[in-house]
C-alpha cells in the first residue's frame, strides 16, 4: 500500500516519534509500505511521520547515488538497500560538510545543511535484532536527515533567515494543501 507523503504544514511532522517496543507484523508491513512509498515518490528515504505515523521507523535507498558516480563517487553503497532503521540513535560523529538537501515534505526546495559527515548508528533491524552501521557521505547525510523528521525536526529548520523569505511564497502554497 502507498501512503500520501505529507508536506510542511501537516502537524504530524512536527511530533517526535514513539520507540518501537518489539518488531511485530504490524511493523514489518509498515517498513514495507514506506518503502514502496519511498520508491512511488522517487525518494531515498522516507521517515514514518511523512506518512501520518509516529513510530520511530525510517526507510532509505540510496543506491541511485553510489551508482551514478556523484556524491558516491562511483563506490561501492555501503549497507545493504533498502535499509530500514527502527529506534535509530546516533552514537558517534565525526567531521562536518555542508550540502544541498531535498525533501518528500517540501517538493521542488533544495537547502544547504550542515552535518557530520561521518555517524554511526545503532538501530533494532527489520528482524528484531541490534545493528549498527558506520557510514559517510550521502548515506550518513539521508539517514540523520530521516532522523531529524522522528525528532519532528523538518528542512525548513536548516533554513537561513534569507532562505525562508525567499521561499516564503512556496512554503505557504505548501500550507495550504495539507
Known amino acids: 500500500m502507498n501512503y500520501k507523503v505529507l508536506t510542511y504544514g501537516s502537524e504530524v ?15 514489518r508491513q509498515l517498513a514495507k509500505d514506506m518503502i514502496s512509498t519511498m520508491y512511488a515518490s522517487n ?7 511523512q506518512i501520518g505515523r509516529t513510530e520511530s ?16 563517487e562511483g563506490k561501492p553503497c555501503p549497507a545493504p538497500m533498502p535499509l530500514v532503521l527502527i529506534n535509530p540513535e546516533i552514537t558517534e560523529t ?14 521542488d526546495i533544495f537547502v544547504p545543511v550542515k552535518r557530520p559527515e561521518r ?6 533491524s527489520i528482524e528484531g535484532e541490534d ?7 550521502f548515506l550518513a547525510r539521508a539517514i540523520q536527515h530521516e532522523m531529524d523528521h522522528l525528532n519532528g525536526v523538518l528542512l525548513y529548520d536548516h533554513m537561513s533567515a534569507v532562505k525562508r523569505v525567499a521561499l516564503a511564497g512556496k512554503l505557504r502554497r505548501l500550507k495550504k494543501q495539507d
Not at 516519534?17 to 518489539?22: D, I, Q
Not at 525518494?43 to 511521520?49: H, M, R
Not at 545493528?131 to 557521505?137: K, M, P, Q, Y
Open 119 to 124: 555517524i554511526v548508528v545503532k538501530y533494532m
Open 57 to 72: 521507523v525510517c526507510v532509505l535507498d540510496v543506491t541511485p547515488a553510489y551508482g551514478d558516480g556523484a556524491e558516491g
Open 43 to 49: 525518494g531515498v528515504g522516507l521517515a514514518a511521520e
Open 131 to 137: 545493528a549498527s552501521i558506520d557510514t559517510d557521505g
Open 13 to 27: 511532522l512536527r511530533e517526535k516519534a514513539k520507540p518501537v517496543e518489539k518488531v511485530t507484523d504490524d511493523i
Open 94 to 107: 565525526e567531521g562536518e560538510c555542508v550540502a544541498e538537501e531535498g525533501c518528500l515534505s517540501f517538493p
